[in-house]
């Protein structure tokens, strides 16, 4: 067994309950904790963590005046993508690069700022 175990990937954000709160919608999972470090929690364990930062700055995509550092990528079943873009989209997310042909994936903005992918399966 390895001494060195992964925890969550760690999102920072002006305001991580309201982040943990919309990732947790988007994917049905749970969410705990308050303040400034909150994690969503899936099935088999899995979790992101929001931590509140001052002066947050998010990322502006696709430039690199402030880069992005990481992105998330969600896979989608080819005939569930629209109903999870109208998902994140209700649930604040902003779109920023639709579906092309040849292309297997869609760019959103969080509501922090962060791009996600949801991506075709």
């Known amino acids: 067994m390895s001494l060195i ?11 991580a309950q309201a982040l ?4 947790a919608a988007a994917l049905d999972w749970e969410v705990s904790g308050d303040g400034d470090w909150v994690v969503a929690t899936g099935p088999a364990g899995r979790q992101l963590a929001f931590q509140r ?9 696709p430039g690199q005046e402030h ?3 990481l992105h998330l990528d969600f896979d989608v079943a ?17 779109l ?10 869609r760019v959103y903005l969080d509501p922090a700022g962060h791009p996600f992918c949801l991506c075709l399966r």
């Open 96 to 105: 920023v690069q639709p579906d092309a042909p040849g292309r297997t994936f």
């Open 20 to 23: 943990a709160g919309f990732y």
């Open 67 to 69: 880069p992005q550092q």
């Open 78 to 94: 080819r005939e569930a993508i629209d109903e999870a873009e109208r998902r994140v989209l209700d649930l604040g997310a902003e």
């Open 53 to 61: 930062v001052d002066d947050y700055a998010p990322p502006h995509w």
């Open 5 to 15: 175990v992964p925890g969550p990937v760690v999102l920072d954000c002006p305001d």
